[in-house]
């Protein structure tokens, strides 16, 4: 109960934190002209069964690279260490994590806000890019000490390759929802959590 308490506390700083600029940015430059929800994505997407299929490839694309990242990382403390060896028990705070703790707002931040406000300037496929660099970069920095260069630039890759596709899905196929990528990640989120809940790698 308290892991999940912790991971309810923890989500919504993360949400406030992960937000914030992009509010500011939206209050300053677009309050007038559209709700915030929709500025940053979060909205219906559009496309049918065609995003539907995309959000399912994609997703299984990650659930694949994903147990190689967890492979390579797996006797390192990571964000899902405190499920290790929980079972069933971490299940509830494992869904918790992957919906609100890192998914909501990485996509907010990500997905919902520099994507979109690049695209804004550079168009689609330099936004669509930077946005993934930046992930993937973020992501083999936070392993890069404990994993070393070449499994850090590995990570880098992968996560940087699923980031272009989710914000094609969004932008390309959802017409600019960050739903598909947030379901997209959740999943991937769920099953490092049941992973390490379950002990697998």
Not at 27 to 44: C, D, M, N, P
Not at 180 to 195: K, L, R
């Amino acid at each position: 109960m308290e892991l999940f308490i912790n991971k309810i506390i923890s989500s919504m700083v993360q949400i406030v934190l992960f937000t914030v600029i992009p509010f500011i940015w939206w209050l300053v430059t677009a309050r007038k002209k559209e709700k915030f929800h929709s500025w940053i994505g979060l909205k219906k997407p559009a496309g049918g069964m065609k995003t539907v299929l995309a959000v399912i490839g994609t997703t299984a694309a990650f659930l694949i690279i994903g147990a190689y990242s967890l492979y390579i990382v797996k006797d390192i403390e990571t964000a899902t260490s405190g499920f290790k060896g929980l079972g069933m028990a971490a299940v509830p705070a494992i869904l918790v994590y992957a919906l609100f703790n890192t998914a909501l707002p990485e996509e907010i931040i990500f997905r919902g806000f520099l994507l979109k406000r690049v695209q804004n300037k550079f168009g689609f496929k330099a936004a669509n890019a930077v946005q993934a660099v930046i992930f993937g970069i973020v992501h083999a920095v936070m392993f890069f000490n404990l994993v070393g260069m070449v499994k850090a630039v590995i990570i880098l890759i992968f996560t940087a390759m699923i980031a272009w596709a989710m914000g094609y899905i969004n932008e390309k196929k959802a017409n600019g929802s960050i739903i598909p990528s947030w379901i997209i990640h959740t999943i991937a989120n769920i099953f490092s959590g049941v992973c390490a809940a379950f002990v697998i790698f």
